[in-house]
Nanobody, 129 residues
Framework: QVQLLESGGGLVQAGDSLRLSCAAS????????MGWFRQNPGKEREFVAA????????YYADSVRGRFTISVDNAKKTVYLQMNNLKPDDTAVYYC??????????????????????WGQGTQVTVSS
């Protein structure tokens, strides 16, 4: 059974940094693409970043490019989202997600939440001004 478990959220001030982790279990993810999304109450879940596990291709939403970095640790089956220079607009519940068997595709292709097969339960990030 595939499980994605996020951690690392919290309350920080504008300009601070946080690192989110997503521990994946249940099978191999070596051919998958992993993504981070975020959502606020009453709003749609929006794309933040994606990475293809096999080749490390990455893609970011314009709103976070240059501030956030997505990465994978193959040995730990863990995906990270390093978030620097956080802004109040980054406040949201952050979700980790996985797309099965994407092989060597570009992460750019996986910006839509409808493509993802598995989701974590989310972790809250709150950025105060």
């Amino acid at each position: 059974q595939v499980q994605l478990l996020e951690s690392g959220g919290g309350l920080v001030q504008a300009g601070d940094s946080l690192r989110l982790s997503c521990a994946a279990s249940g099978r191999s993810f070596s051919r998958d693409t992993m993504g981070w999304f975020r959502q606020n109450p009453g709003k749609e879940r929006e794309f933040v970043a994606a990475v293809t596990w096999s080749v490390g291709s990455t893609y970011y939403a314009d709103s976070v490019r240059g501030r956030f970095t997505i990465s994978v640790d193959n040995a730990k089956k863990t995906v990270y989202l390093q978030m620097n220079n956080l802004k109040p607009d980054d406040t949201a519940v952050y979700y980790c997600a996985a797309v099965s068997n994407t092989g060597y595709s570009s992460a750019y292709l996986y910006r839509s939440r409808s493509k993802y097969d598995y989701w974590g339960q989310g972790t809250q990030v709150t950025v105060s001004s």
